[in-house]
């Protein structure tokens, strides 16, 4: 049992359609009944194409939503397919998930993910700043190095650390039911921690109901950024649950 204070960050990536906001009734019927939930902060980051309806949704409730990605520009300009801040802003998003490794791995750059943490703060939002090694790196044991480089990059120049929240999603452990061992996730986050005072840490890889009585032993972690099992209301809630009981 903890009274902790604890993000659950939902990532649905692309998935969901407008049926899919049903689903939030069970999620807002909980929260406004569940004992603690002045220890919890949920995060909904639907794909773009829900926001505004999701926000709408969640207007009376104490949930927040967020993008899961935005362009580096903060305001507007002639790039097609592109959102930018101000836009996501203005369809109810307080939060934007940046340098996820699904979009690494499509090419986006330590520098670029610099580029749209600056203008996410400056459009007044906040943000999840997603690092993690691969695992290959894992193997060998280039972990600490590749962190440090990631958050060097990505927050060069920047001083806000109070926007700034930083999920820990080890590549190989994202979508693949793999979680790392709970010693070496104390090691990582407390390394995380030590390098970069002050910012909250979250875990992101494969967290599920199984596991999370397991992960939520690992003390240093501010919470929790869910993909697959995110977009399942009762195992959501399970989750949440599980990390107070
Ligand atoms: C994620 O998308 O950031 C993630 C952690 O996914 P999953 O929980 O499915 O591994």
Redesign the pocket.
Known sequence: MTNKYMYFIA?W?MFGGLNSLNSLNRVINFFNKFKKSKFVKIIYCPPNTLLESMSRKLKKSRIDVGAQNCHEQENYGAFTGSINPIMLKSVGAKYV?IG???NRKMGETDKLINLKIKSTLKSKLKVIF?IGETLKQKRKRMTKKILDSQIKLGLKKIKNKKDILI?Y?PVW????GLVPKNNDLLETVKYIKKKVKNYKVLY?????SNNVNQLKLVHNIDGF??????QNSKKFIDIIKKTYN
């Open positions: 990532n990536k998930i996820h490794s699904e997603c999920a999603e452990s994202i979508g693949t992101g890889g494969s967290v599920s950024l869910i993909g697959g099992a995110s």
